[in-house]
């Protein structure tokens, strides 16, 4: 059973904004306290390979498993070649592209910068291992196990990183190494107890040895589907105890006898089914994939691999875009997240222009199927009115209070480094991601095999343009330019996947009808005009109070727009209460 798309959103979104904001405050201790060197090799250089090396992994597999359409018998078994694939992977991009290109840092800061790479390759190597159970519980809508276990491992990274930086006397970039390797641990363990624990016995449905012994592990999981939000919340808190509890003191009187236990039988095994259509889906998800990282991450590239960026100036651009990024990182994310899985239900993928035909002219001449899609287009067009409206609030707000933002965030060293002034350019970049993100998600949702590597193509075009123009722009205006090149770059992604929507739903779906009303505009332009003047009688003064009635000002204002939102919007009070997308069964 999947969960409606706003029940998805409510728990990926509270496990968002319980982790980052918990980073957030670590964060604004670390860069007052660790040299701003260090921060920009460890969150710019080194989370740039680590990133890259999991989502050329993550990204393919979940794009393709995430459909129903395919048996979990043959997911499993496929989905094992994650950690696999992985040390390929982290040894391709170290010898073809770190090695030869990237700038080995002063030794002072790291004695051996491969054996730091080596360290976060290895993360990823670990959190490669949870993959498969995530996809699992994906499939079985535990969406706030998910959010449960993404927010877990966010706050592990920052708080193993605070310990071993304030007790232990190591380098600063080697702590950050060592954390990013222990968080992996305990968030690959809460994985799999999740899934293979947790989602049959706690419920009572199986019995545990049953998971160990049976031939076939997926029918048994086929019977788990968990149907009450509120144990899954508990569930996600008390997992320790209940496994602990399971597996010690109850193992025995679970099954008369375990002479047949077997761990070798959870793994899969080989050969498994696996058409091949989806083998051709798999590969052009891999390829689609390797190009959207360089389109999506440009960015990191031209700061990682050319010199116009020192480490200290790649630090600060790193915290703006950390600081603006939040809003995007806390609500987008997991809109985007839940908005996939929901549209992956409401469309199947077919494999040639003259079989989605005859397939939207099957779905609309029957009930089931014609109320999916109809369900699927409705819901694109709330939602890119919601991720609209959403930006166009936070670039508003963003303006007069980026100063202030900044100052509680990075203090001096994004003061006196334009750390406002690339923010608020960068707010207005959060509005370009939040169309994209939708954008992108029903359009991946709805592609044929045909349609994704034409995207491919689209995208293995856009990736040196994308990259020439950070190079450009940031040779010529620094930071800006990198925002801004990021912005031409979304623009065209935004152009493609929306030619392919509009043919999709047959114009069924109109972008202007999903700009904000008129009054709201009017709306969010007073405030605008009032914040500024805020800004210029207080915030251009230092001191507590000054800001205070800054803030207040703002706070005021904003009530008031989101009361007016709340009262006048109908796809926003929609989408809150729960009753514009109904549940779909899976």
């Known amino acids: 059973m ?341 549209f992956s239900t409401c469309f199947r993928r077919t494999t040639s222009a003259k079989d989605r035909i005859e397939f939207i002219g099957v779905c609309y001449s029957t009930y089931r199927f014609q109320t999916d899609v109809k369900k699927g287009v409705n819901a694109m067009s709330s939602l890119l009115h919601i991720v609209i409206l959403v930006g166009t609030v936070i670039f508003i707000f963003a303006i007069p209070y980026s100063s202030l933002a900044v100052k509680i965030y990075g203090g001096t060293v994004l003061i006196s480094n334009s750390g406002a002034n690339i923010l608020r350019l960068y707010s207005f970049y959060i509005i370009i991601i939040a169309i994209n993100g939708i954008i992108e998600c029903f359009a991946m949702a709805t592609m044929n095999e045909k349609e994704l590597l034409s995207h491919g193509w689209f995208l293995f075009f856009s990736s040196p343009i994308h990259i020439f123009l950070s190079f450009i722009f940031s040779y010529a205006i620094s930071a800006y330019g990198l925002i801004l090149a990021n912005i031409i770059t979304m623009l065209m992604r935004i152009a493609y996947s929306w030619r392919h929507i509009r043919r999709f739903s047959r114009g069924q779906i109109s972008f202007l009808k999903s700009l904000p009303n008129f009054p709201t505009i009017l709306i969010l332009f007073f405030c605008l005009m009032v914040t500024s003047l805020s800004f210029l009688i207080f915030g251009e003064v230092d001191g507590i109070m000054h800001s205070a009635a800054h803030v207040t000002v703002g706070c005021s204002l904003f009530i008031f727009v989101i009361n007016h939102i709340y009262q006048n919007d109908l796809h926003v009070a929609k989408f809150l209460s729960n009753k514009s997308l109904g549940s779909h069964n899976g």
């Open 2 to 342: 999947m969960n409606s798309l706003a029940s998805s959103f409510m728990h990926n979104f509270s496990g968002q904004l319980l982790s980052r904001l918990f980073s957030f405050c670590i964060n604004m201790y670390l860069l007052r306290r660790i040299d701003s060197d260090a921060l920009g090799l460890v969150n710019v250089n080194l989370m740039l390979f680590y990133s890259t090396t999991i989502f050329l992994i993550r990204e393919p597999f979940r794009k393709v498993f995430l459909g129903s359409e395919i048996p979990l018998s043959v997911v499993v078994t496929h989905l094992w070649f994650a950690p696999l694939i992985c040390p390929l992977i982290a040894a391709v991009l170290y010898l073809c592209f770190w090695l030869p290109f990237s700038t080995p840092p002063d030794a002072s800061l790291v004695p051996s910068y491969t054996t730091a790479l080596s360290m976060f390759a290895f993360s990823a190597w670990l959190e490669s291992f949870a993959e498969p159970y995530v996809i699992l519980s994906l499939r079985f809508g535990m969406d706030a196990q998910y959010a449960f276990a993404q927010s877990f491992l966010v706050i592990s990274q920052r708080v193993f990183a605070l310990i071993l930086i304030t007790m232990v006397p190591i380098l600063p970039v080697y702590a950050f190494c060592f954390a990013q390797v222990c968080s992996k641990i305990p968030y690959c363990m809460t994985q799999m107890m999740q899934t293979y624990i947790l989602n049959v016995a706690f419920y009572g449905r199986l019995n545990i040895i049953t998971i160990f012994t049976h031939t076939d592990l997926f029918p048994v999981f086929c019977h788990c589907t968990i149907h009450c939000n509120d144990l899954q919340v508990l569930s996600s808190f008390c997992y320790t105890a209940l496994c602990i509890y399971l597996l010690v003191s109850g193992i025995r009187s679970v099954a008369p006898s375990i002479r047949d236990f077997s761990l070798v039988s959870v793994y899969p095994s080989f050969p498994k089914a696996f058409s091949k259509e989806n083998r051709s889906i798999l590969g052009a998800f891999t390829v689609h994939s390797i190009f959207k990282q360089v389109v999506t991450n440009g960015t990191g590239y031209v700061l990682t691999f050319t010199n116009f960026f020192s480490l200290s100036d790649q630090a600060v651009f790193d915290a703006v875009d950390k600081l603006g990024s939040l809003v995007a990182r806390v609500i987008f994310a997991p809109l985007e997240h839940s908005a996939y899985l929901y």
